[in-house]
């Protein structure tokens, strides 16, 4: 039973390194030079096309959203028309009584009995 793969080792140390080792130091003149070398602390910054439509894709998203509040709070603030919980002829209405709602004509919806406990 031979195999034509043979077993490898793995490496117990890190031989091949793409940044070299240095030594710990407090020298801030030092730390800032080689963070300047390095290339993962220094990534190019995004060209101006980039910027641009970053800056206009945040205008029309805070547009997009208040435009969509707006039309909101336009339609939720005529729709329902609250109708009187008391009649002139009774003074009480039993506790266990009914929101009763009716569908208008133009669309709105007329509130009947208690009043809801949501807006």
Known sequence: MSTEYQYERLPTTDEKRRYPRQEPTSDVRELHRRLAQDPRFNPPT?????RIALIVFLFVLLWGGYKLRLNAIQQTGEKVVHAQRYSK?????????????????????RLRGAAPTFR
């Open 46 to 50: 995004p060209s101006a096309w980039k």
């Open 89 to 109: 002829d009774f003074k009480f209405r039993p506790a266990a009584s009914p929101i009763i709602t009716e569908k208008l004509k133009d669309g709105r919806t």
